[in-house]
C-alpha cells in the first residue's frame, strides 16, 4: 500500500470520506498554489465539511417529499401582485422558523399558494431546516390510519420533529369528525413548538363549513394564526390563464 493509499485509508476511518476521496487533488492544488501547511489542513477541512452539507441537503430535500419542482425564481410576480417579492425575501432569513411562527397563504385555487409554499420549503432545506410536505387530505388519511392502529401519539410525535411542516390546500374536502380530531392534535402539539406553512381556499371565517363544527374550528384557527403571517393572494388562476392562452 502506497503512502496515499494509506492515508486515504486512515481518513475513511475517521468518517473523512470526502476528504479521502479528493486527496489526490487537492493535494495537487496545494502544490500548485505552494499552499502552507495550515492553508493545505483547512482545505481538507473545508472539503469535507462541504461535501457533508451537500450530503445533507440532498437527503433533507427528499425527506420533504415536495411534490413538484417549484422554485421563487420561477414564480411569476408580475400576474400575482397581491403579494411582492420583497414580501416573500424578508422571510428567507427564516426568523419566523427560528421564533417559531406560522406562514398562512389564503386564497383561490391557481393563485401560486403552493408554489410559494413549496419554493419557500426548498430554501429552507437549503439553509439546513428540515421540512416536510404534506398535501392536507394525505396529512388526514396518514392521521386517520395511525389513529386506528393506536399509534397517533407516536406518528404527531415523529411529525414534530420537523421544523417546518407544510400543510397544502387545507378547507377544498370536508373533515370528519375524527379528522378533525387528529388534526387538531398536530396542530396543538406543534404549537409555539415547531413552524407550519399553510395554504388554503377560504378564509377563517369560514373555516367552520369545512370542519363541521365551530367548536373544533375555532381551537385549530387560534393555534394557526398566533404568531402567524398571513398573506391574502387574489387574482384570476395563473393556471387557467395559462390554459386560455395556449
Same mark, same amino acid.
Given at each position: 500500500?502506497?503512502?496515499?493509499?494509506?492515508?486515504?485509508?486512515?481518513?475513511?476511518?475517521?468518517?473523512?470520506?470526502?476528504?479521502?476521496?479528493?486527496?489526490?487533488?487537492?493535494?495537487?492544488?496545494?502544490?500548485?498554489? %505552494?499552499?502552507?501547511?495550515?492553508?493545505?489542513?483547512?482545505?481538507?477541512? %473545508?472539503?469535507?465539511? /462541504?461535501?457533508?452539507?451537500?450530503?445533507?441537503?440532498?437527503?433533507?430535500?427528499?425527506?420533504?417529499?415536495?411534490?413538484?419542482?417549484?422554485?421563487? %425564481?420561477?414564480?411569476d410576480?408580475?400576474h400575482?401582485? /397581491?403579494?411582492?417579492?420583497?414580501?416573500?425575501?424578508?422571510?428567507?432569513?427564516?426568523?419566523?422558523?427560528?421564533?417559531?411562527?406560522?406562514?398562512?397563504?389564503?386564497?383561490?385555487?391557481?393563485?401560486g399558494? /403552493?408554489?410559494l409554499a413549496?419554493?419557500?420549503?426548498?430554501?429552507?432545506?437549503?439553509?439546513?431546516?428540515? +421540512?416536510?410536505?404534506?398535501n392536507?387530505?394525505?396529512? +388526514? @388519511?396518514?392521521?386517520?390510519?395511525?389513529?386506528?392502529?393506536? @399509534?397517533?401519539?407516536?406518528?404527531?410525535?415523529?411529525?414534530?420533529?420537523?421544523?417546518?411542516?407544510?400543510?397544502?390546500?387545507?378547507?377544498?374536502?370536508?373533515?370528519?369528525?375524527?379528522?378533525?380530531?387528529?388534526?387538531?392534535?398536530?396542530?396543538?402539539?406543534?404549537?409555539?413548538?415547531?413552524?407550519?406553512?399553510?395554504?388554503?381556499?377560504?378564509?377563517f371565517?369560514?373555516?367552520g363549513?369545512?370542519?363541521?363544527?365551530?367548536? +373544533?374550528?375555532?381551537p385549530i384557527?387560534?393555534?394557526?394564526?398566533?404568531?402567524s403571517?398571513?398573506?391574502?393572494?387574489?387574482?384570476?388562476?395563473?393556471?387557467?390563464?395559462?390554459? /386560455?392562452?395556449?
Amino acid at each position: 500500500m502506497s503512502q496515499l493509499e494509506q492515508t486515504e485509508a486512515r481518513y475513511r476511518s475517521l468518517r473523512l470520506s470526502a476528504a479521502a476521496d479528493e486527496l489526490t487533488n487537492l493535494l495537487a492544488e496545494a502544490e500548485a498554489n %505552494e499552499m502552507s501547511y495550515l492553508s493545505f489542513a483547512d482545505r481538507l477541512a %473545508e472539503h469535507e465539511l /462541504t461535501q457533508r452539507q451537500d450530503k445533507r441537503i440532498r437527503r433533507n430535500r427528499k425527506m420533504a417529499a415536495f411534490p413538484a419542482e417549484k422554485r421563487l %425564481e420561477g414564480f411569476d410576480y408580475r400576474h400575482q401582485t /397581491t403579494i411582492t417579492k420583497r414580501q416573500v425575501n424578508a422571510l428567507l432569513d427564516f426568523q419566523f422558523i427560528d421564533e417559531r411562527n406560522n406562514l398562512v397563504f389564503i386564497g383561490p385555487p391557481g393563485v401560486g399558494k /403552493t408554489h410559494l409554499a413549496i419554493g419557500i420549503g426548498h430554501k429552507a432545506v437549503e439553509a439546513g431546516y428540515r +421540512v416536510l410536505f404534506r398535501n392536507a387530505l394525505d396529512l +388526514v @388519511e396518514e392521521l386517520e390510519l395511525a389513529e386506528m392502529k393506536g @399509534e397517533l401519539k407516536k406518528r404527531v410525535s415523529q411529525l414534530a420533529k420537523y421544523d417546518l411542516l407544510i400543510i397544502d390546500e387545507l378547507g377544498y374536502l370536508p373533515m370528519t369528525r375524527q379528522a378533525r380530531y387528529n388534526l387538531f392534535q398536530l396542530i396543538n402539539s406543534l404549537y409555539e413548538y415547531r413552524s407550519i406553512i399553510l395554504t388554503t381556499n377560504k378564509d377563517f371565517t369560514s373555516w367552520g363549513e369545512f370542519f363541521h363544527d365551530d367548536n +373544533v374550528a375555532v381551537p385549530i384557527i387560534d393555534r394557526v394564526i398566533h404568531h402567524s403571517h398571513i398573506f391574502m393572494l387574489g387574482g384570476e388562476s395563473y393556471r387557467l390563464k395559462q390554459k /386560455t392562452t395556449s
